[in-house]
């Protein structure tokens, strides 16, 4: 798979169509998945989580694929998915002192990232990446988030 195809590789193609469902990809995407050559992909039927409900099970889902939603911020040089307010929803249930928000960084530095949740501030979106977990005292005040997630794409819903 090349690194810099423009797009119009199976490297690329293979993953957007996977992505759209298109079963034969998808088979093929999951398969190099499984063999490790696409370590960052995550499956589309994985199951979307609030930020919330990633934060209470962070200590089973950090280093893991996952997709959350959330309503995408840009605040003081930072990327971030905050926690999506749900109809009927009195409280929040995370057990973290923190702030329900999962700091979001890109692969290739946080360019991409920042420039999407510049354009998208305040929307709502779904993030796949991967969820990790960030030891306390590492960022003080108010840059501190409980976890940070590589994202790998941005879903606008």
Same mark, same amino acid.
């Given at each position: 798979m090349s690194l810099n195809c423009g797009g119009d590789c199976w490297g690329? +193609?293979? $993953?957007?169509? !996977?992505?759209?469902?298109?079963?034969?990809?998808?088979?093929? +995407?999951? $398969?190099?998945? !499984?063999?490790?050559?696409?370590?960052e992909w995550t499956d589309p039927s994985t199951p979307v989580r609030s930020v919330t409900s990633a934060l209470d099970d962070l200590a089973t889902l950090s280093g893991q694929n996952i997709a959350v939603e959330g309503v995408l911020t840009f605040e003081l040089k930072t990327a971030a998915l905050k926690h999506l307010q749900q109809p009927g929803e009195v409280g929040l249930r995370s057990t973290s002192s923190l702030p329900p928000s999962i700091r979001l960084t890109g692969r290739a530095g946080t360019v991409w990232v920042t420039q999407a949740a510049i354009e998208g501030n305040g929307k709502k979106v779904t993030v796949f990446g991967t969820l990790r977990g960030r030891p306390h005292g590492r960022e003080r005040g108010i840059h501190s988030f409980p976890a940070e997630m590589l994202a790998h794409r941005i879903q606008w819903r």
């Open positions: 690329c +193609v293979g $993953e957007i169509e !996977a992505d759209q469902g298109h079963t034969p990809s998808l088979d093929k +995407v999951r $398969e190099e998945f !499984a063999l490790g050559l696409r370590p």
